[in-house]
């Protein structure tokens, strides 16, 4: 069975940083896609990064591109995502999501483990 455990977040005021990191057991094979996805309120679910376990092959939405860095600790079945120079449109709640077959890594439709979610709010 798979499981995605959050962990980090919080709230910070504007130009600071955050880290988030989500811990994946239960998957028998790899490679497999993961990826944070955020969620305001009033909004949709949008892809921020994504990272290929086992791969080094990495990807970002344009709104995080030179600020967020997504990375893994293989050893630890850990991904992480670095937040820096936050800005209070960065407010949302994260998820991390995960799945073996993803065409489209920013599409939230393409993964079916996910997260529980975390809050991270930026003030100004």
């Known amino acids: 069975q798979v499981q995605l455990v959050q962990s980090g977040g919080g709230s910070v005021q504007a130009g600071g940083s955050l880290r988030l990191s989500c811990v994946a057991s239960?998957?028998?094979?790899?490679?497999?896609?993961m990826a944070w996805f955020r969620q305001a309120p009033g909004k949709e679910r949008e892809g921020v990064a994504s990272i290929y376990i086992g791969g080094v092959i990495t990807s970002y939405a344009d709104s995080v591109k030179g600020r967020f860095t997504i990375s893994q600790d293989n050893a630890k079945n850990t991904v992480y995502l670095q937040m820096n120079s936050l800005k209070p449109d960065d407010t949302a709640i994260y998820y991390c999501?995960?799945?073996?077959?993803?065409?489209?890594?920013?599409?939230?439709?393409?993964?079916?483990?996910w997260g529980q979610g975390t809050q991270v709010t930026v003030s100004s």
């Open positions: 239960g998957f028998t094979y790899r490679p497999y896609r």
């Open positions: 999501a995960a799945d073996a077959y993803v065409s489209r890594w920013a599409d939230p439709s393409d993964y079916n483990y």
